[in-house]
């Protein structure tokens, strides 16, 4: 087998969040600098609504209600129009 194939492994690393937050894991660096942690991430620190006011599938649903109440109203008419060209 080659010998130092693997990189040194660092068992205590200190990690540093932009929101100041700071905590110890292992890894093959030194230290760690990262956008978003555990403390300051909307899903784990209990402030989804803030970021996340409606997903895609919500406003995908809003949008079809939308549409069948203004075909409903009549204002479309459901028959295709031809196109005809010249």
Known sequence: ?????????YSEV????????????????????????????????????KFMSKGRVDRFRAKVAAAKEFQRKGKVSSKKKKVVRA
Not at 1 to 9: D, E, F, I, Q, V
């Open 1 to 9: 087998m080659k010998k130092n194939l693997h990189p040194k492994y």
């Open 14 to 49: 200190k990690v540093v969040c932009q929101c100041g937050h700071t905590f110890t894991t292992g890894s093959t660096k030194p230290e760690l600098h990262v956008d978003i942690c555990s403390a300051c991430h909307p899903f784990f620190s209990g402030n989804e609504d």
